[in-house]
């Protein structure tokens, strides 16, 4: 098996959170446990990230984009490159909806460089994040 735990007949999810406020990751722990997942890590910076993803090889990795030593963005790119598999989700408390359009502009500009990285751009073929 991979990993994953089966209760009654359906793979359960694991997942690793990465957040700098430890209230924020428990609320978030029992959240998603609530709804089924497995939550198999927490880390508070992005070193401890990278490392749990290396441990556990979640399904999923939610984390806060402003994590301290490796920010939110580089354990992103880190963990497409060696484990890409795992699927990121970025929470983040924004201010106003400018800030938020800025945080998703950058966010997709960096991930499709990552995507894009060693690929040739052949006629017809199709570069947009998520193809």
Known sequence: ?????????????????????????????????????????????????????????????VLAPHLRILKGLEVIRGSRRAFPSVKALVLSEVANASTCRAHIKTALTELSRVKLAGRPRAGGEDHRVGH
Do not use: C, K, W
């Open 1 to 61: 098996m991979d990993g994953r735990t089966v209760e009654q007949g359906v793979a359960t999810r694991r997942v690793v959170i990465a957040g700098d406020q430890s209230f924020a990751r428990e609320a978030l722990r029992l959240v998603l446990e609530r709804a089924g997942y497995d939550v198999v890590g927490e880390a508070s910076d992005g070193v401890g990230a990278m490392q749990l993803l290396r441990e556990q090889r979640p399904d999923l990795l």
